[in-house]
T-cell receptor, first 114, second 113 residues
Framework: DAKTTQPNSMESNEEEPVHLPCNHS???????IHWYRQLPSQGPEYVIH???SNVNNRMASLAIAEDRKSSTLILHRATLRDAAVYYC???????????????FGKGTLLTVNP | ETGVTQSPTHLIKTRGQQVTLRCSSQ?????VSWYQQALGQGPQFIFQ???????GRGNFPPRFSGLQFPNYSSELNVNALELDDSALYLC????????????FGPGTRLTVT
């Protein structure tokens, strides 16, 4: 599996935008970039995913670099509820074999200050 | 709320014992995956079941086994418990094995003493 690199922790203020970076220099052409987050005492929660183009949904935006070697998860206005560990995961749904699993790293712990 | 439930919430077992953890997936989801999350780590994939058959397995020994039932429930069984099995066990359901979104339950916290 291609690896991702994320900062261990980041801090933000409430109602400010947050940009969470992820490096994935060995990404293959068919790897999708997924983001999950895990709030305290809960299971992980799907946030967003994309392949090449930037993606938006009600939770966040995903900005993917043109060479796809990095991506950024954008929370437009952080709230206290966004404090969580954010995981950036690469997954190729068509590779066969281990295509079904999510390979989590340690993620980025986001702290949101009131 | 993901609609995925797990039981029990917490469990304490003794080394060498056996344990069964349960998961109820979202209705219509044919696939369930199980993960183990040690303290301070990301979840690690144990195995996946698709339509009641094991569909793939991570780097876990055979004493970790599972079952999936037609009513969207599933079980994770662990035999001969070891101290290192202490972790949060998460199940995740999805429409099929290639789905982009997996819906996680809240987990079962297992402590082995």
């Amino acid at each position: 599996d291609a690896k991702t690199t994320q900062p261990n922790s980041m801090e933000s203020n409430e109602e400010e935008p947050v940009h969470l970076p992820c490096n994935h220099s060995t990404i293959s052409g068919t790897d999708y970039i997924h983001w999950y987050r895990q709030l305290p005492s809960q299971g992980p929660e799907y946030v967003i995913h994309g392949l090449t183009s930037n993606v938006n949904n009600r939770m966040a935006s995903l900005a993917i670099a043109e060479d796809r070697k990095s991506s950024t998860l954008i929370l437009h206005r952080a709230t206290l509820r966004d404090a969580a560990v954010y995981y950036c995961i690469l997954r190729d749904p068509n590779s066969g074999g281990s295509n079904y699993k999510l390979t989590f790293g340690k993620g980025t712990l986001l702290t949101v200050n009131p | 709320e993901t609609g995925v439930t797990q039981s029990p919430t917490h469990l304490i077992k003794t080394r060498g014992q056996q344990v069964t953890l349960r998961c109820s997936s979202q209705s219509g989801h044919n696939t369930v995956s199980w993960y183990q999350q040690a303290l301070g780590q990301g979840p690690q994939f144990i195995f996946q079941y698709y339509r009641e058959e094991e569909n793939g397995r991570g780097n876990f020994p055979p004493r970790f086994s599972g079952l999936q039932f037609p009513n969207y429930s599933s079980e994770l069984n662990v035999n001969a418990l070891e101290l290192d099995d202490s972790a949060l066990y998460l199940c995740a359901s999805s429409l099929d094995s290639g789905s982009s979104e997996q819906y996680f339950g809240p987990g079962t916290r297992l402590t082995v003493t």
